[in-house]
């Protein structure tokens, strides 16, 4: 009888243990932040989202929230540039603290991070050179190219979901770069960059994007189980509510792809 209730006791303390850790699990982040002073976002070069400006500071539609939301948690702001590929295991092994640029909220993406909500609309687009948009009107058409794309991106996902022939490149800037210098016949990229990086009065005046692929939407990536996600989507909503958001998405050209938060 002694054993019994000694394995009760022993079984009850367990299940309060565990209780316990998961209440701590689940809110860990948010004070870990807050502890060691800095939040550190990983970015890739991606204008709008995360670029720098003349001064080699980072900048954008994601860098100025982060900003923000850095100063509400009281601690400074820092930008790492990440291997797109490997930005879960960034997260995971505390590299970063938040995957915060432009990030398509794919079921791989919600599968291995605790995301935000979505707070942008977006599409993924085939860019080529203007002398040869007049040629791609369909998906069907585009699969005659041969493309470069952002290794681990939706871009990637769009070109393996259509069957075209790509390669896989450091980031959607080197495909740009790619399409510019000959070397890939076409890129696929964000809507949102394409807006910002190519055409008339770009470093990209030659190209063009053409046939929308996917449409998507953007969200922010922390650790699983993190209470960061939560807090962000809070202080998103208090931004949105103060006209903030809106304001900075005017300022990159964002505000018609803002998803009401």
Not at 28 to 57: E, Q, R, W
Not at 135 to 155: L, M, P
Not at 216 to 227: A, L, N, P, Q, T
Request: include cysteine.
């Amino acid at each position: 009888m002694k054993k019994v209730v000694a394995l009760l006791l022993a079984a009850v303390l367990v299940s309060l243990c565990l209780a316990g850790c998961g209440k701590k699990g689940a809110s860990k982040d948010v004070d870990y932040i807050k502890d060691k002073g800095t939040l550190i976002v990983g970015i890739t070069d991606f204008a709008p989202m995360d670029y720098k400006d003349d001064l080699g500071n980072w900048i954008g539609f994601d860098a100025d929230m982060a900003k923000k939301v850095a100063d509400s948690l009281g601690v400074k702001c820092e930008f790492v540039e990440i291997d797109w590929d490997n930005k879960v295991l960034e997260l995971n092994n505390k590299s970063i603290d938040v995957v915060w640029n432009g990030m398509t909220l794919t079921p791989e993406v919600t599968n291995a991070m605790e995301c935000t909500k979505a707070y942008l609309n977006n599409a993924q687009v085939v860019v080529v050179s203007k002398s040869e948009a007049g040629n791609v009107k369909t998906k069907d058409d585009a699969s005659e190219y041969t493309f470069a794309v952002e290794a681990g991106s939706a871009g990637e996902e769009a070109a393996k979901e259509n069957d075209y022939e790509y390669t896989s490149v450091t980031s959607q800037a080197d495909a740009l770069m790619e399409v510019q210098a000959g070397t890939s016949g076409a890129c696929i990229i964000d809507l949102l960059m394409a807006g910002a990086m190519i055409g008339d009065g770009t470093s990209y005046p030659d190209l063009t994007h053409t046939v929308e692929l996917t449409t998507e939407e953007y969200g922010i990536g922390c650790r699983k189980g993190s209470d960061l996600a939560e807090y962000i989507n809070k202080q998103l909503k208090a931004y949105y509510d103060d006209g903030s958001l809106q304001q900075t998405a005017k300022t990159y050209g964002v505000q018609d792809a803002l998803i009401a938060q």
